[in-house]
């Protein structure tokens, strides 16, 4: 299998933007700290209840990069920006969802 090669034309300066949104997306899991205490207030939750949505997106983090990291060599880096950009984005909506209308199983299904 060859490396992907960029198209003729293709600018390089769309590299580093990328990279710091990736790099910004990883860091959103650990920002979980800035969102619990006011999501416990606003549901009602235990600790243990608001820490399930962080322990399952960690877990999801390590499952994505275990089974992506083989089809990125397969597919190339632009494919899994797109498949991150869409699984991060509705799973970030979802949450939102769920914090918007109170329901506790929308927020850990996001």
């Known amino acids: 299998m060859s490396p992907p090669v960029a198209p003729p034309g293709w600018s390089r300066w769309l590299v580093p933007p990328a990279a710091l949104s990736v790099h910004l997306a990883i860091g959103q899991a650990y920002a979980w700290s800035v969102f619990k205490p006011p999501l416990e207030s606003a549901l009602h939750l235990t600790g243990t209840e608001s820490a399930l949505p962080f322990q399952l997106a960690i877990v999801m983090?390590?499952?994505?990069a275990a089974f992506g990291g083989t089809l990125v060599?397969?597919?190339g880096p632009r494919w899994a920006m797109t498949v991150a950009l869409v699984c991060f984005s509705s799973g970030f909506l979802i949450s939102a969802l769920g914090?918007?209308?109170k329901q506790y199983w929308l927020i850990v299904l996001g």
Do not use: V
């Not at 983090?61 to 994505?64: H, K, M, P």
């Open 99 to 101: 914090a918007e209308t």
């Open 61 to 64: 983090l390590g499952l994505s």
């Open 73 to 75: 060599e397969r597919n």
